[in-house]
């Protein structure tokens, strides 16, 4: 009351509101019937709210929020702690209708009874604490019906001689939670069980009941309630439990239940039943969508945004069903550097847009790689007629005589170096990617059949009788000759990619204390590391641009104690250092520049170049020469995935050009939508807890986007038992509606957890009846 006239709802909250701002924390409230007092109300800086409430309207403490504490004296309508959500609410009387309904967090305490429908819908969310609803006496009927989770106890205090003390048809529909009972319980829903209780329970209420009857004030009747063989347990039943009620066939309801008192049923007087059946929902053609099973029809995230195109969420399956050997060599069917790329050197941008990093992080696919490493497969026979010929015995080249090996094709490989394995050899520090690592994979490669001819220069000679010799050649010869633009004083520069395989050949180049590096990319922090392993005290990177390395790498050598400068142009590099266009002066020992490599092509014919000195490639990467394609930098630079992809592409329109095939662009499977994907089925966990799992148990953090898991979900959701399973020739499981039974519904896509299940509009067969 304000002046002698009642508040509204509205103005008394207002009110609070502004007390709130000013401070307060603890409110003694006599109210007038107002709506919605003390919910949802919370300090911003956590302090604990307080209410002391008299005489209240409904909602008392709805949606009552943690550190929020309600103290009601004497009884209250309806709603108290509806859908509480963490407060602490004591009802020190009675309780009207629906009290606590909807409570997902929090705790109710009622020293009286509650009316109908009271616990109804109450949930439990594993992120925050189980509600708790605790009533002195007895509840009204339809109690607990939909409940789903939390705890209820019910003491039966002065109900003695009730029939049921939860009142009429209570827990229906009830899956979850559970409820305390003392004194008689009748008519409860076939959806749960009425058990004893063990010493689980037992402790439970013990520690539960005197915190309870302190805070109602009726701590008097703790030893009595403390009897606690008086005391039951409703539990609901399982999934499995109920499904084992089937549905009473319609014949046997009509002449069992509907005719039971008179043939025809309660409208057998007015009406004579033809005994026919008619359906109300459309099947068939008449439906006005269908359900389609689409398994692995569009790519996951992390297959779509590889280059390689690696379906990780099929080698996570098949460690699911402990399917181990095929699951690790499942990678070796994309890639031969598993470990060296995927493991180590990838910027995982799979990693990136995996579906998973919406519930907690994203899957660890670079644990995944490191799995493959010491997989022992090989030698593989050469079962084809045809031998093809591969220039370059980099990342490109190699992948794609990889490919071509397994499938059963000679290959040889050239390369001026000494060693195969290409740049991940010689220029990419050994912090980055362990010698054991590389070795590994290497030795793979070796093993695996393919012919090497090593320290061997190509020359126009040689190529031209390579091209005459085999059946196709592809030339993944990298990009080996630095990019160097002419400004003043370049004749200073250290070209970055020289450095490098200096440094990785073992020499330990002469760099001084000051380093500059023009250049910030994902190899210039390569230079900036070894500048660093040379002796360098201080590195300084600068490029026109924002860097274009990745965060991993900057945040590498920012941990150094590099600087990245941005945007800078280079006027001209003296002996003091590097002079910028706005007059600033880099002092440097030595300036390195790390702005890109172009490929040397002075052994193909030079009308297969353009005025650039590149390749001209057509669509299918072939030169003017229809049987030598190209891969890899010799193409463009780009990421060490990028050149495995360009050797698997060429490596595999090699086999559909001996093989008298069509040639393939290689266009990418659409990718799923994120919505179809339904992430509300897991719980999330902490990263610190993410990264104590072991790479072997990501299996239960995949959420195998687009890959049927075989969870039968659809199979046990299905109202009309439409769906069924069967296991075809190829030893896969397979899905499949029966259109006779399916109604539409769209249930199975609603439930299935992977997006495999979608619906399609069923428009054309609609039409096509509508015109007969």
């Excluded at 274009?548 to 900057?554: G, L, M, P, T, Y």
Aim: with cysteine; charged share 25%; aromatic share 8%.
């Amino acid at each position: 009351m304000e002046n002698n006239k009642r508040l509204s709802s509205q103005e008394l909250l207002q009110l609070i509101y502004a007390k709130m701002k000013e401070g307060y924390t603890s409110f003694e409230i006599t109210a007038s019937g107002q709506h919605n007092i003390g919910g949802p109300l919370w300090s911003e800086d956590g302090t604990p709210l307080c209410f002391e409430l008299k005489n209240p309207g409904q909602r008392a403490g709805s949606m009552g929020m943690p550190n929020t504490k309600i103290v009601i004296e004497g009884s209250a309508p309806a709603d108290v702690g509806w859908l509480n959500s963490g407060a602490e609410i004591i009802l020190k009387g009675d309780g009207g209708d629906t009290t606590a309904h909807c409570a997902a967090s929090g705790k109710v305490y009622v020293g009286g009874r509650v009316g109908t429908r009271s616990g109804a819908l109450m949930k439990h969310d594993p992120k925050y604490p189980a509600p708790e609803f605790w009533v002195l006496k007895n509840t009204g009927s339809f109690s607990f019906e939909f409940m789903g989770g939390g705890t209820a106890v019910v003491c039966g205090v002065d109900c003695e001689g009730m029939e049921s003390i939860l009142g009429s048809r209570s827990c229906v529909g009830m899956v979850g939670g559970t409820i305390y009972v003392r004194g008689a319980v009748s008519g409860l829903s076939e959806d749960v069980y009425l058990v004893e209780l063990d010493d689980s329970d037992a402790a439970f209420l013990k520690n539960g009941l005197q915190d309870f009857l302190a805070k109602i004030e009726r701590l008097e009747l703790l030893d009595m309630l403390s009897d606690f063989s008086q005391w039951k347990k409703i539990v609901a039943k399982t999934f499995e439990e109920r499904k084992s009620n089937h549905l009473i066939p319609m014949k046997d309801f009509r002449l069992n239940n509907w005719e039971k008192e008179n043939k025809g049923g309660i409208f057998s007087d007015v009406y004579e039943d033809d005994f026919k059946v008619y359906s109300i929902v459309n099947k068939g053609d008449h439906r006005l969508r269908y359900p389609s099973w689409e398994n692995y029809t569009q790519s996951a995230p992390c297959e779509s945004h590889c280059p390689i195109g690696i379906p990780t969420q099929k080698r996570i399956n098949l460690i699911k069903n402990d399917k181990i050997k095929e699951a690790l060599e499942l990678m070796l069917d994309y890639t031969p550097f598993p470990a060296c790329v995927c493991g180590n050197l990838c910027p995982n941008l799979c990693m990136e847009e995996c579906n998973r990093g919406y519930v907690d992080e994203p899957i660890k696919f670079d644990a995944l790689g490191m799995m493959s490493r010491d997989v022992k497969i090989g030698p593989f026979s050469s079962t084809k007629n045809s031998s093809v010929a591969v220039i370059g015995g980099g990342v490109a080249g190699l992948s794609a005589a990889w490919r071509l090996k397994k499938d059963g094709y000679s290959v040889t490989v050239f390369d001026d170096d000494k060693e195969i394995g290409g740049k991940l050899r010689q220029v990419i520090p050994s912090e980055r990617l362990s010698k054991e690592c590389l070795d590994a994979e290497i030795e793979r490669v070796k093993n695996s059949g393919i012919d090497f001819v090593l320290n061997t220069k190509l020359t126009d000679t040689l190529f031209d009788e390579i091209t005459s010799k085999y059946d196709a050649v592809i030339i993944a010869c990298g990009a080996h000759n630095p990019v160097v633009i002419p400004f003043e004083g370049h004749e200073k520069l250290v070209k970055g990619l020289e450095f490098l395989k200096a440094v990785k050949n073992n020499q330990k180049p002469e760099i001084g204390k000051k380093v500059v590096v023009i250049g910030a990319g994902n190899a210039a922090m390569d230079v900036i590391i070894e500048a660093y392993n040379c002796g360098a005290q201080k590195v300084t990177a600068i490029d026109i641009q924002k860097p274009a390395a990745f965060d991993k790498e900057i945040n590498h050598v920012k941990a150094k104690g590099a600087e990245i400068l941005y945007p800078c142009f280079t006027e001209k590099v003296t002996e003091q250092g590097v002079v910028l266009k706005d007059g600033t002066v880099l002092e440097a020992d030595t300036v390195i520049i790390s702005i890109g490599d172009r490929p040397k092509l002075d052994f193909v014919p030079s009308s297969w170049l353009d005025e650039r000195g590149m390749l001209k490639l057509n669509k299918f990467k072939q030169t003017e020469n229809k049987k030598v394609f190209a891969a890899g930098d010799v193409i463009k630079q780009g990421l060490f995935t990028n050149a495995i992809a360009d050797g698997n592409k060429a490596a595999k329109n090699v086999e559909n050009l001996l093989e008298g095939k069509e040639l393939d662009t290689f266009d990418t499977a659409p990718q799923l939508p994120r919505d179809r994907v339904k992430t509300e089925y897991y719980q999330g966990l902490s990263a610190m807890k993410v990264q104590e799992i072991d790479a072997w148990d990501e299996k239960e953090r995949c959420l195998s986007c687009g890959l049927c898991r075989d969870c039968e979900f659809c199979l046990q959701a299905c109202p009309e038992q439409a769906i069924s399973k069967f296991v075809d020739i190829n030893g896969n499981t397979v899905y499949t509606s029966n259109e006779e039974r399916c109604i539409g519904c769209g249930i199975c896509a609603g439930v299935c957890p992977c997006g495999i299940w979608t619906m399609k509009d069923n428009f054309e067969n609609i039409d096509d009846l509508a015109s007969i």
